[in-house]
């Protein structure tokens, strides 16, 4: 064959081929695979918009212009954040703040870094301390602590843990009521005090308790700074304020003996008898009583007498013991053996027939005062429930109802009572915070209170216990000793307001 001719037949051969292969793809929409070969695959023809045609484009976005596969990274959210998981929870960090009432808080944060909230609370007691005089002009105080312990042993466990009382004696000096507390607290494991006596004596510890974060509750003395919750919140009384108190024995001046009354005044020569005398003194010239004489005497005196004849030189139309202990009782008796005869009014402190009136007898009549709680010796109370309740009581612990001040020391261990038990039922139960709070919310008819009187506080709001009272006169006779009532129950309850206030 000619070379063109092979030319010619060979172009033939290439035609027919495509034209196969165009009518294949028309025909049956389909390719045929072509016979695999050892040479590498050739990379992918561009398409009609100059693009390759890649394996497994990535997803198209579907309407709402997520993809299906794989997950997207967040999108960012309306203000330009994105979608992260949620954090896990930041843990509580608990409040060192105790409300206390009025604004007056605890902050557990100033405490010291040793303190122990649960000090004194054990699996199976609740620990206490006192210090009080058992020697010395007010030793007939001293027994209080005893009648708390008392009080406890009758009504039982609280809480299922006993309460124990520790006290020491500090014969009414403050020096020593220091070094008491100072040392019950390094060895005697306490959740706090209750009940230490003395102005001076609760002032000489009061900074060192409140510092350190320790209870210091039900003190026995009515100076107004006790209800100062604002700047120390770990400090309570017990008694009416001596402003109350004074304030009482104006109005009472006023309405016996009218305007252009005198008066003479015995106190005793430390921070109470001052808060007496600065009260009673305020209160008298709005009453216009005329206050003519004044005598500080020594707390440590031997007697009071020599004093009171100096006074008795001012026949004054009243004479105000503005002291305590054994001087009301030495007063009494001195005036009754002067010409003089005065009214005689004598702090709620010497309420206590059995343990101040009764050595003196008659000498005692007619003095007044303002009572607040009741006294097992005073025998027109014979047929009241409390009076029976602490009478048998005391007399099944084998301790003289009449004698000293047990008696008293039930009338506090009713207050701890119903403050321990309201402690207990707080978050965490009895601890030094839970009972701060418990008694400055403290709110209950008290038993031992005349008529029964409200207990109760609020913290800066209503920072004083007692508020009610009544002025009574003693009465003695051949049927023994009694109050008998001058005037119906006062009540000033929520009006004392706070300290300095």
């Avoid at 890649?54 to 579907?62: G, I, K, R, S, T």
């Amino acid at each position: 064959m000619s070379k063109s001719l092979r030319i010619l037949f060979g172009l033939l051969v290439v035609f027919a081929l495509v034209a196969t292969s165009c009518g294949n793809d028309d025909d049956s929409g389909t390719t045929t695979t072509p016979a695999a070969t050892d040479e590498p695959a050739p990379a992918p023809a561009p398409d009609d918009d100059g693009d390759t045609d890649e394996p497994a484009p990535a997803p198209e976005p579907d309407s709402d212009g997520d993809t299906e596969e794989p997950a997207p990274a967040p999108e960012p959210d309306s203000d330009g954040d994105t979608d992260e998981p949620a954090p896990a929870p930041e843990p509580e960090v608990p409040s060192t703040i105790v409300e206390l009432g009025g604004g007056a808080v605890i902050d557990m944060a100033e405490c010291p870094e040793e303190w122990d909230n649960y000090a004194g609370v054990t699996d199976d007691e609740i620990r206490l301390g006192s210090s009080l005089p058992r020697s010395g002009a007010l030793a007939g105080f001293g027994t209080i602590a005893d009648g708390i312990q008392l009080y406890f042993d009758y009504v039982g466990p609280i809480d299922g843990r006993s309460v124990v009382v520790v006290s020491r004696d500090d014969a009414y000096v403050p020096a020593r009521t220091v070094t008491n507390v100072e040392e019950m607290i390094d060895v005697e494991n306490l959740l706090g005090f209750a009940g230490i006596l003395g102005s001076p004596n609760n002032l000489a510890v009061r900074d060192t308790l409140n510092e350190n974060c320790i209870p210091q509750l039900l003190n026995l003395t009515g100076l107004p700074e006790w209800g100062d919750p604002t700047n120390y919140p770990w400090t309570t009384g017990a008694l009416m304020s001596y402003d109350t108190e004074a304030f009482v024995w104006c109005r009472h001046i006023a309405d016996e003996l009218g305007a252009g009354a005198t008066a003479a005044v015995l106190a005793l020569g430390n921070d109470a008898g001052e808060a007496w005398r600065v009260a009673f003194n305020n209160c008298a010239a709005d009453a216009g009583i005329e206050v003519v004489d004044e005598v500080k005497h020594d707390p440590q005196a031997d007697s009071v007498g020599a004093d009171v004849i100096t006074l008795a030189a001012s026949n004054a139309d009243v004479l105000v013991v503005a002291s305590s202990g054994a001087f009301c009782p030495q007063a009494v008796a001195t005036v009754a053996s002067l010409p003089w005869e005065p009214l005689t009014l004598v702090t709620n402190g010497c309420q206590r027939i059995a343990l101040f009136w009764v050595p003196i007898g008659p000498l005692a009549n007619g003095i007044r005062l303002v009572n607040n709680q009741k006294d097992l010796s005073d025998a027109s109370l014979a047929d009241d429930e409390w009076v029976q309740f602490v009478r048998s009581a005391l007399e099944e612990q084998g301790v003289d109802p009449d004698a000293e001040s047990h008696a008293l020391g039930y009338i506090f261990g009713e207050v701890l009572h119903e403050v321990l038990m309201d402690a207990a039922e707080m978050d965490g139960g009895i601890n030094r915070t839970n009972v701060m709070r418990a008694m400055w919310q403290v709110d209950f008819e008290s038993r031992g209170a005349l008529g029964n009187a409200l207990r109760t506080m609020d913290g800066a709001n209503d920072s004083y216990m007692v508020e009610t009272g009544r002025i009574e006169e003693l009465v003695v006779d051949a049927d023994g000793a009694y109050y008998r009532p001058i005037s119906d129950i006062i009540s000033f309850e929520g009006e004392t307001g706070t300290y300095g206030q």
